[in-house]
């Protein structure tokens, strides 16, 4: 039987390629709370290791080939631009990717029909959608940038690119209100802000913290240039931290992690960080909730990337778990300084030490702030969000005259 809810095309290259994958998840989270009013549909990039087509956790995902089945990592484990810089043979597989992927959306756009698209980053996928135009007619579409999409790839060609995809979609959203201020340029009004969400029930069940023993310092994350995990490093150096017995946990992989665990090495403070790897989304709820505190030290990269509303803070958030991180992209939006976390400029080891000092050193301030911004979480419930996005979609496809559904 016919679905009466509207068909959406969801278009990413970051999604779990497997249930329980470390990969990260907010598209798919996102697609997941959208499906009580439209039957979601994901299109993404293959990956080593999963299926070309299939169901995960009641969502249909639909993958695209661009290389042999072994060649197939651009997208995945990790994301595309740390891939690229990490492994050049790589960019080798750009061409074959993009005509890959605008081939197999087009052939998909051919046989299925679609109610609105949903397109999540300018490069690649906008660029995707606008040049398939040419070859199909495309559903109202929404864009939603990320963050590096708007602050990488500024040179050459690039800016001219950008608007020609921004002049093609029905609507654009940002996850970070710096993201906005970055495209608005291109844009006839400033995007909509919209953020991603957070999944209260996984990361608010484990709430108990620690009360004895040494401090955790939880880090989470792709070991790549952006996250700041250097800086975190040498700040486990500084002596306040040594003589409390501080211990530095790192859940994630990624390119740096040989270069990480060389530094932590010239520093000696190997037997007090533990690089453990990466860990599913459950299994992450409850490090966060053995921790003694989160740090999320994200700096502007060489290239201009930087994070956008980093879902990994509203986890943290979600958990109860006190917050030191920095000043970048939309960081300030989920932590208020002094009142529901300490942020600091990014860069600045000395005032990320000071503020690390400062958290274990007063955990009757650090609960408090901790439950400022479990609060502020709530907002972001993925209820909440995708009831926005929802509004969003419903939006273009008025906009351009095509039935809600």
């Known amino acids: 039987m016919k679905s009466a809810k509207p068909k959406l095309l969801i278009l990413t290259s970051t999604l779990p390629r497997w249930e329980g994958d470390t990969e990260p998840r907010f598209v798919f989270d996102l697609a997941k709370a959208l499906s009580d009013r439209f039957e979601p549909v994901i299109f993404a990039p293959m990956a080593a290791g999963c299926r070309r087509s299939g169901v995960l956790e009641g969502v249909r995902v639909e993958r695209f080939r661009y290389a042999p089945h072994s060649w197939q990592r651009m997208a995945a484990p990790g994301a595309i631009m740390p891939n690229l810089r990490a492994n050049p043979w790589l960019f080798a597989l750009i061409p074959a990717f993009l005509f890959a992927q605008i081939l197999a959306l087009v052939s998909l756009l051919r046989r299925e029909r679609f109610d609105a698209v949903h397109c999540h980053w300018l490069v690649p996928?906008?660029?995707?959608?606008?040049?398939?135009?040419?070859?199909?007619?495309?559903?109202?579409?929404?864009?939603?940038?990320?963050g590096a999409d708007a602050f990488t790839l500024n040179?050459?060609?690039?800016?001219?690119?950008?608007?020609?995809?921004?002049?093609?979609?029905?609507?654009?959203?940002?996850?970070?209100?710096?993201i906005g201020k970055q495209i608005h340029r291109g844009l006839a009004s400033e995007p909509d802000h919209i953020p991603m969400g957070v999944d209260l029930k996984r990361f608010g069940k484990n709430s108990a913290r620690r009360t004895s023993g040494a401090p955790t310092i939880l880090f989470a994350g792709r070991l790549a240039e952006k996250k700041g995990l250097d800086r975190l490093l040498r700040c486990m150096a500084d002596p306040r931290l040594k003589s409390r017995g501080a211990r530095l946990r790192i859940i994630g992989e990624g390119p740096l992690r040989s270069r990480l665990e060389e530094l932590a090495g010239r520093l000696d403070i190997r037997d007090s960080v533990e690089f453990a790897g990466a860990r599913p989304h459950d299994q992450l709820a409850r490090e966060m909730a053995r921790a003694s505190l989160f740090c999320a030290p994200f700096i502007v990269g060489r290239d201009g990337d930087r994070e956008g509303t980093p879902?990994?803070?509203?986890?943290?958030?979600?958990?109860?778990?006190?917050?030191?991180t920095t000043d970048v992209g939309g960081c300030a939006d989920i932590v208020s300084d002094g009142l529901s976390g300490w942020l600091v400029a990014p860069g600045d080891e000395a005032a990320l030490a000071n503020a690390i000092v400062e958290a274990l050193g007063d955990p009757v301030r650090a609960k408090t702030m901790a439950a400022n911004a479990r609060r502020r979480a709530e907002d972001h419930s993925w209820a909440r969000i995708s009831d926005r996005y929802a509004e969003a979609l419903f939006k273009v496809q008025a906009s351009a005259g095509v039935a809600c559904g």
Not at 312 to 320: I, Q, T
């Open 125 to 146: 996928q906008g660029l995707a959608v606008a040049v398939a135009r040419f070859f199909v007619p495309v559903p109202p579409t929404l864009l939603t940038c990320h």
């Open 155 to 178: 040179s050459g060609p690039m800016p001219a690119i950008k608007r020609w995809i921004l002049d093609r979609v029905d609507g654009v959203t940002v996850v970070s209100r710096e």
């Open 311 to 324: 879902t990994v803070l509203l986890e943290a958030a979600s958990a109860g778990i006190p917050i030191v």
